[in-house]
């Protein structure tokens, strides 16, 4: 109680005591709307600069960096979807939540997690867009999720009462439902929590119908490692199934449809006829130039790069969109002033980096993810975080927020002294993550790993049983292993000691990851 009211008067106001009941007079207590993009890169986001900010700038996203914190090395404990919801729900690594990986199927609802504990503590809670735990969703008072991985167009919804389709473009429809659940919530004198979720930019990045030609006209700027050839490496980066010239596909991936028959598997036979028509309209004329001459090879590779690009990035700006429209209307009806904006992302993402696109490597561009938080009166405007910071803290966040008790079983660390700005030399500066989806789509290898500021120790296991080490100030894109670099020795034997130490706290070890088999919980 004590420390919440340090928080209120941060905040700016003036009440020195809340109840739980609904007294209109009582300090509120922090309203927290969360909002989780699906596969956005930090390098998407302009916020973060980077070359892409010219030409795919994020305004809205970034309105809450301005008027907020940015925090730079948000590292997630296992890059992909499943187990970046599961984590962020329980505040615990993946082998203590159960879910490891997107085949575990179905997230275990009945154990703790922070909206159950908001819910407890007097908070109204909803999640709504995508989910992707497969079990229903536990300690909502409101949910109306897609199902799976959902789709762009006219998606379906799940709610408690069953499914049902919906006319629209999916980021749009969520971010209506969002409103108006905060509209109805907003006078009931409840502290509120809200978790939006949106499916873009997921692979296959199909655009709404406003973005569809946005950037078809753009040449984006490639990353220098887009024709890495892997060397320096080890087997886990040249086994992968993952880049741009042999995965992407032309046809479902890029819409290069050679006939006008639309894939069913990824949803465009959903649309109705008028979405197709202004569909056809775009990707026509871009499907008869590149059938009439082909590129190939490298050439191919920089076409491929360029079309995912401009889909990818229209998928972000109707994100941005969605954001906008939710701080106008946080500022329309005042609830700004005492509600928490968040904005991250499931995982981060590949953009042609390393020939890449999806994620799961514990290499900087799918480990990190981006996290932006405004909090008015508290988190200082335009300031960056550089500190550690996980996914794994988010639940330990929102709870210190909401004053109330961190359970003791929660593995990660409350950021809410980070986001006062204050100095905080017991942070962490390691972080340790667990990555399993494998064998699987994309064929990323079994790995664990510790990062701290400067050094990067990886273990990939399972098949095979190769460690890397790199070092991220003398090599920041991740080009060379020098874990047999005798120079490194020293820092080698220190990381492996640190990383040991990380897998005892958290209570993980190589045989317990050995003992679950492949889409197993
Ligand atoms: C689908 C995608 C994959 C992606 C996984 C997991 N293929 O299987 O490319 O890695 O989802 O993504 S697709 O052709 O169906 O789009 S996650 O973000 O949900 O973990
Ligand atoms: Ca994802």
């Known amino acids: 109680m004590k420390h919440f009211n340090k ?7 003036t009440a020195v005591s809340f109840s739980f009941g609904n007294n209109k007079d009582a300090l509120k207590r922090p309203n927290i709307i969360f909002i989780m993009a699906d596969d956005h890169a930090f390098q998407a986001v302009s916020a973060y600069g980077g070359p892409l900010k010219e030409y795919a700038p994020t305004p809205n996203i970034d309105r809450i960096a301005k008027n907020g914190m940015r925090f730079d090395r948000c590292l997630v404990t296992n890059s992909l979807s499943g187990p970046s919801r599961a984590v962020i729900l329980t505040g615990k690594y993946s082998h203590l939540n159960g879910f490891l990986s997107n085949e575990a199927k179905e997230f275990d609802g009945s154990q703790q997690t922070f909206p159950k504990l908001l819910q407890q503590a007097g908070y109204t809670t909803a999640i709504i867009g995508k989910w992707h735990l497969g079990s229903n969703p536990t300690g909502f008072d409101h949910w109306e999720v897609l199902p799976g991985q959902g789709n762009y167009y006219n998606p379906d919804f799940i709610t408690p009462e069953g499914r049902h389709r919906e006319e629209g473009y999916v980021t749009e429809l969520i971010t209506e439902k969002c409103i108006e659940w905060l509209s109805q919530v907003k006078d009931e004198g ?24 946005l950037y078809k006209d753009v040449t984006f700027p490639e990353p220098p490692t887009l024709f890495d050839d892997y060397s320096n490496r080890g087997r886990a980066a040249r086994e992968q199934d993952m880049t741009i010239a042999k995965t992407m596909r032309l046809q479902e991936d890029l819409k290069l449809y050679k006939d006008p028959v639309k894939g069913k598997n990824v949803g465009l036979n959903r649309m109705n006829p008028d979405q197709a028509a202004t569909w ?7 499907i008869r130039k590149f059938y009439a001459n082909p590129p190939e090879g490298d050439e191919l590779v920089r076409f491929k790069y360029q079309r995912y690009m401009q889909d990818y990035l229209a998928c972000i700006a109707a994100v941005d969109k969605s954001v906008g429209r939710i701080l106008d209307f946080l500022k329309e009806t005042g609830l700004d002033k005492n509600t928490i904006v968040i904005y991250t992302s499931d995982q981060g993402f590949y953009l042609g980096e390393h020939g890449w696109f999806d994620k799961r490597f514990m290499f900087e561009e799918s480990y990190r993810t981006p996290l932006l938080v405004k909090w008015s009166g508290v988190t200082p405007h335009g300031s960056v975080n550089k500190n550690i910071v996980s996914n794994l803290d988010f639940a330990e966040t929102f709870l210190d927020i909401a004053g109330v008790k961190i359970p003791s079983d929660m593995q990660g660390m409350s950021m809410v002294p980070l986001l006062k700005g204050k100095k905080t030399p ?39 049983d190769e460690w890397e080490l790199y070092d991220l100030q003398t090599d920041p894109m991740e080009m060379k292993n020098v874990y047999n670099d005798p ?9 492996h000691k640190r990383l040991d130490n990380l897998m005892k706290k958290y209570g993980d070890s190589e045989e317990l990851a050995k003992s679950f088999l492949p889409g197993q919980r």
Request: hydrophobic share 35%; no cysteine.
């Open 7 to 13: 928080i209120a008067t941060l905040a700016g106001l």
């Open 190 to 213: 409840k502290p509120f929590m809200l978790m939006m979720h949106h499916k873009a930019p997921h692979r296959e990045w199909q655009p709404a119908p406003n973005e569809l030609t």
């Open 280 to 286: 056809d309209s775009v990707y026509n004329p871009i």
């Open 426 to 464: 017991n942070w962490r500066t390691e972080h340790y993550y667990h990555y399993y989806e494998y064998p699987a789509v994309h064929s990323v290898k079994r790995h664990y790993g510790i990062s701290t500021e400067r050094f990067k120790l990886i273990h990939f296991y399972y098949d095979i």
């Open 487 to 495: 120079e490194y020795s020293e820092i080698k034997k220190d990381l």
